[in-house]
């Protein structure tokens, strides 16, 4: 995951956060050009309470405990840009600062529902169209449309193409790591910005799972038959990450091809060639997570 905070247009702070089996770091570059990290211990919610990591339960589970820590990994960039925004001493938000910002997330996260789920529901009802499947493929077709067009629209901001930045280093980090060379600038900057794993696929995988399970659901004519759809959000989170677990294993090497392609490709709209301080940063997160030794110099919390 990679962030990017703007406070006051005085500090902006980017950065990117890495997981391991057992940690999860955020390497951070500071206004002072240096790179501030925090690496935390981190059991996965799926380990720690064995019915989470049941089959079809997981995959919902993993995505939320996915949205916690990029909160984390957003709160302490925030910290840190607010920090050196009025000082060069790095403090923790007071209270007002993380309300805000969770405050921000909430909105964004009802943003999201409006956009990618009420949106296609209210087009697929305007076209009149009485039967359920027709019904459901038109609000389908709608919902990806939006999903693409929105990646499409916020390309075009500058602050988000640097996000986009950090994330093809993440990859180039994380394809060094696979293919057993040095972590360091030099070997990861010649891999490619688009990762087969990707988080991007997923999203992808997500958009049509839902379609094919909301197929089964029939016309919602009802408020409450617009609220079961949003019951069935946990389960097409399970479904797409069982499907992507499937699509990594011998057995799914068929999946694999049919889902890696589409992905890939999305991931020109989600990735950039970043420059050699974004690897870098990328690096001491990765360091980080692996509890690593001999990378960036870092400052570290």
């Given at each position: 995951?990679?962030?990017?905070?703007?406070?006051?247009?005085?500090?902006?702070?980017?950065?990117?956060?890495?997981?391991?089996?057992?940690?999860?770091?955020?390497?951070?570059r500071?206004?002072?050009?240096g790179?501030?990290?925090?690496?935390?211990?981190?059991?996965?919610?799926?380990?720690?309470?064995?019915?989470?990591?049941?089959?079809?339960?997981?995959?919902?589970?993993?995505l939320?405990?996915s949205?916690v820590?990029?909160?984390?990994a957003?709160?302490?960039?925030?910290?840190t840009?607010?920090?050196?925004?009025?000082?060069?001493?790095?403090?923790?938000?007071?209270?007002?600062?993380?309300?805000?910002?969770?405050?921000?997330l909430?909105?964004?996260?009802?943003?999201?529902?409006?956009?990618?789920?009420?949106l296609?529901?209210?087009?697929?009802?305007?076209?009149?169209?009485?039967?359920?499947?027709?019904?459901n493929?038109?609000?389908?077709?709608?919902?990806?449309?939006?999903?693409?067009?929105?990646?499409?629209?916020?390309?075009?901001?500058?602050?988000?193409?640097?996000?986009?930045?950090?994330?093809?280093?993440?990859?180039?980090?994380?394809?060094?790591?696979?293919?057993?060379k040095?972590l360091?600038?030099?070997?990861?900057?010649?891999?490619?910005?688009?990762?087969p794993?990707?988080g991007?696929?997923?999203?992808?995988?997500?958009?049509?799972?839902?379609?094919?399970?909301?197929?089964?659901?029939?016309?919602?004519?009802?408020?409450?038959?617009?609220l079961?759809?949003?019951?069935?959000l946990?389960?097409?989170?399970?479904?797409?990450?069982?499907?992507i677990?499937?699509?990594?294993?011998p057995a799914?090497?068929?999946l694999?091809?049919?889902?890696?392609?589409?992905?890939v490709?999305l991931?020109?709209?989600?990735?950039?060639?970043?420059d050699?301080?974004?690897?870098?940063?990328?690096?001491?997160?990765?360091?980080?997570?692996?509890?690593?030794?001999?990378?960036?110099?870092?400052?570290?919390d």
């Amino acid at each position: 995951m990679s962030t990017r905070m703007n406070v006051g247009g005085q500090a902006v702070i980017e950065g990117v956060m890495m997981r391991s089996p057992d940690s999860v770091a955020v390497a951070v570059r500071k206004p002072d050009g240096g790179i501030r990290v925090r690496c935390r211990p981190h059991v996965p919610w799926t380990k720690r309470v064995r019915p989470l990591g049941w089959p079809f339960i997981r995959g919902g589970v993993i995505l939320i405990e996915s949205l916690v820590l990029g909160f984390r990994a957003l709160e302490y960039s925030s910290e840190t840009a607010m920090a050196y925004a009025s000082k060069p001493d790095p403090k923790p938000a007071g209270p007002a600062e993380k309300w805000l910002m969770a405050g921000t997330l909430a909105f964004s996260f009802a943003a999201g529902l409006l956009l990618f789920f009420y949106l296609p529901l209210l087009v697929a009802g305007w076209t009149g169209v009485e039967s359920g499947w027709a019904f459901n493929l038109v609000d389908g077709a709608v919902r990806l449309a939006v999903f693409l067009a929105y990646l499409v629209l916020i390309r075009q901001w500058k602050d988000i193409r640097r996000v986009f930045e950090y994330h093809g280093a993440e990859h180039k980090s994380i394809f060094a790591f696979e293919s057993g060379k040095p972590l360091d600038v030099e070997s990861a900057r010649p891999f490619s910005v688009r990762h087969p794993r990707c988080g991007t696929s997923f999203l992808l995988t997500v958009v049509w799972v839902s379609i094919l399970v909301f197929l089964f659901l029939g016309r919602p004519d009802t408020v409450g038959d617009r609220l079961v759809r949003l019951l069935f959000l946990p389960v097409i989170g399970g479904l797409s990450y069982e499907i992507i677990r499937l699509a990594s294993t011998p057995a799914g090497e068929w999946l694999s091809k049919t889902l890696v392609a589409p992905g890939v490709w999305l991931q020109r709209l989600t990735t950039d060639e970043p420059d050699d301080g974004q690897i870098e940063v990328a690096l001491a997160a990765l360091h980080a997570a692996l509890g690593r030794t001999g990378g960036p110099a870092v400052e570290t919390d």
